[in-house]
């Protein structure tokens, strides 16, 4: 399928610090979701970029879409406590062969 | 509009033993997905059912079989249960597959197989 990969795998962070996670493909992305899953919960949609060099923002949230469509960013600006969880970029483009990426977990200590 | 619904939220079952899992939505959608989830790791698509009538393995079908009863559910069915099939599996739905639309999740099923 087509593989995304993220990183870091783990981060923690104090309540106040950003934090930034990577979602890589080799191969161009028709788009890329992000979803998040708290501790214990099921994953929820956050957000779908489709063009080039795209930037979408929600609150403290920014999310980016490569010029080249082959990576996507997540950033958070002065963390909270609620942020803490999951954080999956996704491809969706063909069920079979679409796939999730391993996901970054942020903690954040108060 | 409950969304996604999934049942039995919790199961233990002993090694060859069978269980249905149950899921339904209630946005209409066409496609629906089963995943598995295993501890620190992503979501592994098992099977998924781009339309009513229509099943697709995904990346981890094997041990598994699905059916796609109507337009609403999709359930997914361990024959014999094998301790390797112990996870939480989560069902999701979205509008159309491949085309971007987001996945709607239920809140999962967590299995244990002893």
């Known amino acids: 399928g087509q593989q995304v990969m993220q990183i870091p795998q783990y981060q923690h962070v104090q309540e106040g610090e950003d934090f930034t996670t990577y979602c890589n493909s080799s191969t161009t992305l028709s788009n890329i979701q992000w979803y998040k899953q708290r501790p214990g919960g099921h994953p929820v949609f956050l957000i779908q970029l489709v063009k080039s060099g795209e930037v979408k923002k929600q609150k403290r949230l920014t999310f980016q879409f490569g010029e080249a469509k082959k990576n996507s960013s997540l950033h958070i600006t002065a963390t909270q406590t609620t942020d803490v969880g999951t954080y999956f970029c996704?491809?969706?483009?063909?069920?079979?062969?679409?796939?999730f990426g391993d996901g970054t977990t942020l903690t954040v200590k108060p | 509009n409950a969304g996604v619904t999934q049942t039995p939220k919790f199961q233990v079952l002993k090694t060859g033993q069978s269980m249905t899992l149950q899921c339904a939505q209630d946005?209409?959608?066409?496609?629906m997905y089963w995943y598995r989830q295993d501890p620190g790791m992503g979501l592994r698509l098992i099977y998924y059912s781009a339309s009513e009538g229509t099943t697709d393995k995904g990346e981890v079908p094997n041990g598994y079989n699905v059916s796609r009863l109507n337009k609403r559910e999709f359930s997914l069915r361990l024959e014999s249960a094998a301790p390797s099939q112990t996870s939480v599996y989560f069902c999701?739905?979205?509008?159309?597959?491949?085309?971007?639309?987001?996945?709607?999740f239920g809140n999962g099923t967590r299995l244990t197989v002893t």
């Open positions: 996704y491809n969706n483009t063909n069920a079979g062969k679409s796939t």
């Open positions: 946005m209409n959608h066409n496609s």
């Open positions: 999701a739905s979205s509008d159309l597959t491949g085309d971007g639309s987001p996945l709607h």
